[in-house]
């Protein structure tokens, strides 16, 4: 008999990780890094109850780090196993995870510089090198192609969300199960709809927004006020962006708001390198959303790129309105940071951010009303004023989930698990569905079903 572990992406939106194993065959479904409360990251660094030795492969659903940054920890403990994924998310992956490994090579060496925390020699959970070592292990796979892993059978299948995002279909034992990965929405400005599901014996369902509904209003509108209000106040507009999705969406709005004569073209800075480079992969994946080739470019084009650390440094010399768009979304590492330092304490400066914030990070700190941040082992004054871009979540609400389901061959007979989602969101899901007549259960931390 198969079953299936939970080793994480339980009662938190971070640090996906499912264990579907039979008496031959196991498989790790999402391999993601806990962000946000240190109670949580502090799991990162605990040994995963598993035997590297045993693991015959893991599967990613997308490119996130709370879905794949894990992987370099795989590979530093021994793993040398396959990571299957859509071409894709190998690209974002390429993008991601080695910039993930230097920003903790960065930030361990600033600590111990500084002599911030409590550990004298602080080490990175990994490093570049490791990271970029790790990407030796990708195998890609297709939408809908079918491929097995000892006995058990896999397919991918499009989920929206971001680029090369999958819900994972397994076949095992005469059952068949489905990890929903993040689901996407259904009118995304970039994004193709989620593909609906088959039949299911099993479904792992995220449930990140399910206790809310995305903002109806208009993202258009909503950004015009912001900017034209930065542009009379003479102040800076921060937008601490995602680099995969929420990026490229916040730039193809602004270019849709200037090139309609809706606010003024005031000078965009893409201060991101990973955000850059995930922005050039948009363009090569063009089969796989809703832009083409020269809307890609158009999109691409609305921002000055800076790459080089010389040339976000200069950015604090500019005395006339601007926008930087930098990482990371949740304000919790990045060039983002940097500019909170020199920018919050200015009754002029809005930061705007533009998705969902996980319990304990920076960003969620801000959105509550905090006084002041603490950034670097220093405490910062928020003058600023801090406002949400409603609408642009890359995550479907609980009444899309809801839809999608409704358009899928999932039904009653099939156990839904709720996993990806806080504790409120995970209840307020599991009522919804269970009025709809699904059979709903909320996995916990650890838990093994049996199949």
């Not at 795989?74 to 690209?91: E, I, N, S």
């Not at 999958?166 to 068949?176: L, R």
């Not at 965009?268 to 050039?280: F, G, H, K, Q």
Request: glycine fraction near 8%.
């Amino acid at each position: 008999m198969a079953k299936l572990i939970f080793l994480g992406g339980t009662e938190t939106v971070t640090g996906s990780k499912y264990l579907l194993e039979t008496d031959t065959t196991r498989v790790l479904i999402d391999c993601g890094l806990y962000q946000g409360y240190k109670w949580l990251r502090e799991r990162n660094w605990q040994t995963l109850p598993l035997d590297m030795d045993s693991l015959d492969a893991v599967i990613l659903t997308h490119a996130h780090l709370d879905h794949s940054g894990y992987v370099p920890v795989l590979y530093k403990r021994g793993y040398r196993g396959p990571v299957y994924c859509h071409p894709a998310t190998k690209a974002l992956c390429q993008v991601l995870l080695t910039d993930s490994g230097h920003i903790q090579e960065e930030d361990a060496r600033f600590y111990a510089r500084h002599k911030i925390g409590k550990h004298q020699n602080p080490e990175p959970l990994y490093d570049r090198h490791t990271a970029e070592k790790s990407l030796s292990l990708f195998k890609t796979v297709e939408f809908e192609q079918r491929w097995s892993v000892g006995d058990i059978h896999f397919r991918l299948q499009a989920a929206g969300h971001i680029l090369g995002a999958s819900s994972v279909i397994a076949e095992v034992d005469g059952k068949t199960i489905g990890f929903s990965g993040d689901v996407g929405r259904l009118n995304d400005e970039i994004n193709l709809a989620p593909k609906a599901l088959p039949k299911l014996d099993h479904l792992l369902l995220e449930s990140t927004y399910g206790n809310r509904r995305h903002h109806q209003g208009d993202s258009h509108e909503q950004l015009e006020e912001i900017v034209t209000r930065v542009a009379k106040s003479g102040g800076v507009l921060l937008i601490p962006a995602f680099a995969v999705g929420r990026t490229q969406t916040i730039q193809l709005l602004l270019r849709d708001l200037m090139d309609q004569g809706r606010i003024p073209n005031l000078p965009v800075y893409l201060d991101s390198p990973m955000a850059i480079d995930v922005s050039e992969i948009y363009c090569r994946f063009t089969d796989n959303h809703r832009l083409d080739q020269n809307q890609c470019q158009r999109m691409n084009g609305v921002a000055t790129q800076t790459r080089e650390v010389d040339e976000s440094k200069a950015l604090s010399e500019i005395q006339f309105p601007h926008i930087i768009i930098a990482g990371s979304g949740m304000a919790t590492g990045g060039r983002i940071l940097h500019h909170f330092k020199r920018l919050l304490g200015k009754p002029n400066t809005v930061v705007l951010f533009t998705g969902y914030q996980a319990g304990g990070t920076r960003g969620a700190k801000m959105q509550q009303g905090v006084d002041a941040v603490k950034i670097h082992g220093e405490w910062y004054r928020l003058k600023a004023s801090v406002e949400v871009l409603h609408g642009l979540s890359g995550h479907a609400d609980y009444e899309e989930i809801g839809q999608w389901l409704d358009q899928s061959e999932v039904d009653k007979n099939t156990q839904i698990h709720l996993v990806h989602g806080e504790a409120e969101a995970l209840e307020a899901q599991r009522e919804y569905l269970c009025k709809k007549d699904y059979c709903v259960s909320v996995a916990g931390y650890r838990d093994v079903l049996h199949i």
